[in-house]
């Protein structure tokens, strides 16, 4: 059974920082790129960003950029996000997601976690 795991996510204030994890098991991602994106209730799910398969490239979306990093280590089969500076607008549900390439659209991506609750308070 393939399975991803975020864990990490909880209450921060504002201006604060979280560092998100997720664990793949039941098979192994180190040939796919992996990714994050969030969902905030009555909105659609956002890309944040995205780390290719050799963990070279990597690719923020706009509310991510400059504030958060993505890092995966592939022996662990395990990705990150450090997310620095965090604002109310940013909580969300954050999903780790793994997919054979690069993509920002969050319908071509195959496979998925339950999400982890990230809310930051003002």
């Known amino acids: 059974q393939v399975q991803l795991a975020e864990s990490g996510g909880g209450v921060v204030q504002a201006g604060g920082s979280l560092r998100l994890s997720c664990a793949a098991s039941?098979?192994?991602?180190?040939?796919?790129?992996m990714g994050w994106f969030r969902q905030a209730p009555g909105k659609e799910r956002e890309f944040v960003a995205v780390?290719?398969?050799?963990?070279?490239?990597?690719y923020y979306g706009r509310s991510a950029k400059g504030r958060f990093s993505i890092s995966r280590d592939t022996a662990k089969d395990t990705i990150s996000l450090q997310m620095n500076s965090l604002k109310p607008e940013d909580t969300a549900v954050y999903y780790c997601?793994?997919?054979?390439?690069?993509?920002?659209?969050?319908?071509?991506?195959?496979?998925w976690g339950q999400g982890t609750q990230v809310t930051v308070s003002s």
């Open positions: 997601a793994a997919h054979e390439s690069m993509e920002v659209a969050s319908t071509a991506w195959e496979y």
């Open positions: 780390i290719s398969w050799s963990g070279i490239t990597t």
């Open positions: 039941g098979r192994t991602f180190s040939r796919y790129a």
